[in-house]
């Protein structure tokens, strides 16, 4: 079946830093690439996403690159400040036919000012 | 504009008892999808609706079913609730029309004791 997998499950940086967090799927067919932030007790909720015929996105702190070859994608995000402090899932889907959408089992990013 | 709101925000039920979540998308979306989100894990894909039918289906057992009414709010009905089905109870809504990307409500705590 579908599987989306994430890497690191907890990351530690210094306020200031990069922070990267990286996921493989295996759904040759999925071609949109969402990623959700979960702070403590709230929704998740989309921060960015990228979609199969484009290898990278920015949004101003935020980037997503995606490697469909290898079926790779990751999330870059720099100049990490407190507030970043969240947990980060990746996710893949086929976009027609609103096809499910699998989750990555998350990130925890600890941002230390 | 409200986005998906979900009730109720917290329950608790018996083991054998049965439960119903309700959610009502956001203005403009027409698809509702659920996910049930165990702590520090991520979102596992129930089912999703469209159309008042049930168009995609997750690893989950016949317990778990679902309804779509005609002003695209859902419901989730949980039958013979067994301690492993405490979890939080996401609801993401969307519409092909503006891509895939969801946007979740805030959730049922479901406790099973």
């Known amino acids: 079946g579908e599987n989306v997998e994430q890497h690191p499950s907890t990351l530690s940086v210094q306020e200031g830093d990069s922070a990267v967090i990286k996921c493989t799927y295996s759904d040759s067919a999925s071609n949109y690439f969402p990623w959700y932030k979960q702070e403590l007790g709230k929704r998740p909720q989309l921060i960015i996403d990228?979609?199969?015929?484009?290898g990278e996105k920015k949004d101003q702190r935020i980037a997503v690159t995606l490697n469909k070859t290898a079926k790779h994608f990751s999330l870059h995000i720099t100049e990490t400040q407190p507030e970043d402090s969240a947990v980060y899932f990746c996710a893949a889907s086929r976009e027609t036919g609103g096809f499910k959408t699998i989750f990555g089992a998350g990130t925890r990013l600890f941002v230390k000012a | 504009d409200a986005g998906v709101t979900q009730s109720p925000t917290h329950l608790i039920k018996t083991r054998g008892q049965q439960v119903t979540l309700r959610c009502s998308p956001k203005s403009g979306h027409d698809t509702v999808s659920w996910y049930q989100q165990a702590l520090g894990q991520g979102p596992q894909f129930i089912f999703q609706?469209?159309?008042?039918?049930?168009?995609q289906r997750g690893n989950f057992p016949d317990r778990f079913s679902g309804h779509q009414f005609p002003n695209y709010s859902s419901e989730l009905n949980v039958n013979a609730l067994l301690l492993g089905d405490s979890a939080l109870y996401l609801c993401a809504s969307s519409t092909p029309l503006k891509g895939h990307g969801y946007t979740f409500g805030s959730g049922t705590r479901l406790t099973v004791v």
């Open positions: 990228i979609r199969s015929n484009v």
């Open positions: 609706y469209y159309e008042e039918e049930e168009r």
